[in-house]
Each structure stands twice: as C-alpha cells, then as structure tokens.
C-alpha cells in the first residue's frame, strides 16, 4: 500500500505533464465536463507546513492569472508600503486669502487615492468650507502628476468603454470617473425608472424599457453608448420580479466630471467658483490649506481583492513606484519595484510578466508553482492576517458569496478568484476537515475557460473534503510525504 501511494504522489508532484492521468478522479471528470484540455489547465496545491506539494499539474508553464495578479499587487503594497499606508488628496490656495474669499486658484494635487467616493469628497468639501473658504475668484487647477500614465482607449482592453473597471489611473480620481444609476420597476405603468447619482447635465439616459418576462441573472443587457456624446440608450425588457437594478458607467473627461461634481457640491455647500477646471501643476508659492486622508491599506486591499477591483489595483501597483524612486510614478518604477522586491524575499520568478498589476491584461504571466510561492511567502510573513482577511470567503462574501454556498467547503478558506475571457483562475488557501490549510492555484487557460467554474469549485471541494473521514492514505499521508522531501 505504502509502495503504491508513494508511486502516485512521486507521480502527482514530479510529472507536472499535461495528462490527465496525473489528476485525481474527481477533478478529472469535473474538467472533461467543462470541456477543458488537460494542457489548459495548471495546478498545485501544497500543505502550508509541507516541503512538498500534494498535487501539481503543469505547474511551470507561464499562464494568464487573470485577476489572480492582485496577489502579487497587494502582498508588494503590504510589505513595501505598510499596512498603515495613507493616500493624501491636498488643497492649496494659489492666491491670497481674504476672510472666506480666495482672489486666485485653488488647486487639487493628487497622490493616487484609488478610492475617494462620492461621500468622501462631499466631506473634504465640507471641510474646505468648514476652515473658512466660501468664495473662489480664480480657477480649479487639478494636479494629476503625481501618475505618469500613457494615454490609452479605455475601450481598448475589450470594447467598453463606459465601464468603471476601465477607467485609466489618475492620481486624483474622484468616484472612479462614474455615474450610478439605479432601475426602478413600476408595475402599474409597465415601465422602469432610471435615477443617476450624481446628475450631470453633460450626460443623457434615453430610457426605452419595458417590463416583461427574462432571466433576472442575465440584466442589465450592455446598453447602447455614444462616449463621445456621453450617453447611454437602455432598449428591450426589464424582467418582471427582479426587483431594483444598479450599474455603474464611466462617460466624461476627468475633467469633466471632476469640475462639474466640484461645482455641485460647492454651491450647495453655499460656496462660488467663478473660473473653470484645468490640469496644472502646484506653483512652489501657493499653501496648504486643506488635506485628505484614505482608510489605510489594509482596509483598501479587502476592497481590491475581495471585490476585484481593478482601478484600485491598479493604483496601488503604480504607488509602489514609491520603494522603487522618486515621483512621478509609472508603470517602468513598479515592476522594478515588485522583482526587487521579490528578490529580497528570496523568491525567484524569471517568467512573471507584470503590465499593470491588475490582471486586466492579456500579457500578465506567472505559473502556478511560483503563485504558490507567492501564497506560501505570504503565509509566513508578520503581515499574513491583514493579507488572508483581504482574500474573499466562499460562500461568504466578495466575488465568492453565491459561490459554493451549498458546499461544506462553504467559509472554509480564502481564495482570490479571476476570469478573463479565455481564463479562470482561483488561488488562495482552503482549510481542511483536519484544520490543515492548503495553498490552492487552479489557472484555466482555455477557449472552454468560461465552462471552468464548476472545476474550480471541485478543487476547492476535493481540498477542503480531506481529513475526514479518516482513510488508510490519509493515516499513511505524514509519513510518506516525509519519504519524498
């Protein structure tokens, strides 16, 4: 028994072909069902506290992470920047001051913020009204250089470019760029409200809904959108019984929306502004007169990994430019960045492709041994609890919340997931019956990739399932995985 159990497992954690052969039954099924080649797939799974991997599969072959990237992305913020890192959003006066009335511009530098909402700039307004300032004679100069990021389509990546996710870093986003709108049902008229947070005249809704019978899991439909008229036709059924509906939309320049939302919230707050909005850089003369702070990092990487938010990533992946030089940050400064990084911490991987930190990329490579290394690294280091509760919960929250629900391997680990088209992907760490914990990277890099859902959560399951009952392999497992090391 012990003779055959060591043939399988030398097997499983040396082979690393592309047969399926190497794969344990359930999971072998679970792909073929998927429609999934056995070569489209990389594996590995190791014990936290193991020398070895139990299961690997492919393991070398450089392969698209999808959103798994943000792995790398955040551990990097939290051991180069600190768990306690702040993004600073500042407010100069670039003129003289006379009670409550600037004669002069009042300027906005940026340094990255990746998530300064629609209440947290009504509050820094507040608060700009609050220290005394009311009336502006000059202009609103918006001071984005602390990023240095080529210009690109922002439909370019996949033809949406109304999209949030899409939206290109600035180092004084505000929003993400973005208008909310909500879908309100009427079954007394048969139609569907549609309400915008906030209402920028710039932007036109054309409303051409109607309730009627659909799949509540397939709406919003994409709606039709002209960007360079900002705006947006909603056309067809709105399905009975869906209750309300949101989306979110990107339409305007950053200036545009950024000067039309300053102006909103100003005048209701009782304030003037009588020049208009320009990019610009801080004048060495002008004061600080007002700053805002962001939530710490820790708290931001739960909203980057639990809810895959790319623009966030993406932030911080160009903040990282900061252990690497000096401003402005750029894309060239953080790769530098994260290998230099990773070459301290003694991990070696020579594939990894790094373009935007994200995962929003059709270059971005890593294989799945070295994403393991990554998790393993993680595990070890002083700042693994604010990392591990960043990672999204099966059946719990974030991107897993109506995944595995039914499971028992429900809320027994933490696991990023990631999708593309062509590519699903999930990585993270699975607890089993035992309380043993597993780092787990699945990378599905297949046209059939869309189909692959049902293999990832089997391989969470086939993880989470060992331990109990206890069977002759699982009693003989400690000592024949120390025969191997």
């Known amino acids: ?188 008229t048969g139609r569907v409200r549609i309400l915008s947070t906030p209402q920028f005249p710039q932007v036109t809704i054309i409303n051409q809904l109607a309730l009627g019978a659909g799949n509540c899991d397939f709406w919003p439909e994409k709606p039709q959108s002209m960007p360079e008229r900002a705006t947006l036709i909603f056309t067809g059924v709105f399905p009975r019984g869906c209750g309300e509906k949101s989306k979110s939309f990107s339409l305007l320049t950053p200036n545009e929306y950024l000067m039309t939302l300053f102006g909103q919230i100003w005048r209701q707050l009782g304030g003037t502004l009588s020049g208009s909005a320009h990019d610009g850089t801080l004048p060495e003369r002008a004061d600080l007169f007002d700053t805002w702070e962001s939530p710490p990092l820790s708290r931001v990487i739960r909203d980057i990994n639990k809810y895959s938010n790319n623009v966030m990533a993406r932030h911080l992946f160009l903040t990282l430019s900061l252990a690497a030089d000096n401003p402005p940050a750029t894309t060239e400064k953080s790769k530098r960045a994260v290998r230099e990084w990773l070459a301290r911490s003694g991990l070696d991987f020579p594939e990894l492709t790094l373009e935007n930190g994200s995962g929003l990329s059709r270059v971005e490579r890593i294989t799945p041994r070295h994403m393991a290394e990554l998790l393993l690294h993680a595990w070890r280091s002083p700042l693994m609890p604010e990392y591990l509760s960043s990672l999204p919960i099966p059946g719990v929250d974030g991107t897993l919340r109506r995944r595995l629900t039914d499971s028992d391997s429900a809320g027994h680990g933490h696991i990023k997931t990631g999708y593309l088209e062509g590519v699903r992907a999930i990585a993270g760490y699975v607890n089993d019956r035992a309380g043993r914990t597993f780092v787990v990277v699945s990378l599905v890099n297949h046209p059939q990739a869309i189909a692959a859902q049902a293999f990832q959560d089997a391989v969470t399951e086939w993880v989470s399932s060992r331990g109990l009952p206890s069977t002759a392999a699982d009693d003989e497992w400690p000592q024949e995985r120390a025969a191997i090391r």
Not at 128 to 149: K, N, Q, T, Y
């Open 1 to 188: 028994m012990k003779r055959r159990l060591l043939t399988v497992l030398l097997g499983w954690c040396i082979a690393g072909t592309g047969s399926a052969g190497s794969l344990p039954e359930p999971l072998r099924d679970a792909l073929a069902q998927a429609g999934v080649s056995p070569s489209g797939l990389g594996l590995y799974v190791q014990e936290v506290d193991a020398h070895q991997p139990l299961l690997v599969h492919n393991a070398d072959r450089p392969m698209s992470p999808a959103s798994t990237m943000k792995l790398v992305t955040t551990l990097a913020g939290l051991e180069l920047l600190g768990p306690n890192f702040t993004w600073r959003t500042e407010a100069w006066t670039d003129g003289t001051l006379s009670g409550d009335v600037l004669n002069g511009n009042l300027v906005l530098k940026g340094y990255g913020d990746p998530d300064i909402t629609l209440q947290d700039f009504w509050m820094f307004l507040t608060d700009l009204r609050a220290r005394g300032l009311r009336e502006i004679h000059g202009d609103l100069v918006l001071d984005r250089s602390f990023f240095s990021v080529d210009e690109v389509d922002p439909g370019g990546f996949d033809n949406e470019p109304t999209r949030p996710y899409n939206v290109i870093p600035d180092a004084l986003l505000v929003n993400y760029k973005s208008i909310w709108l909500q879908f309100l049902p009427d079954e007394q």
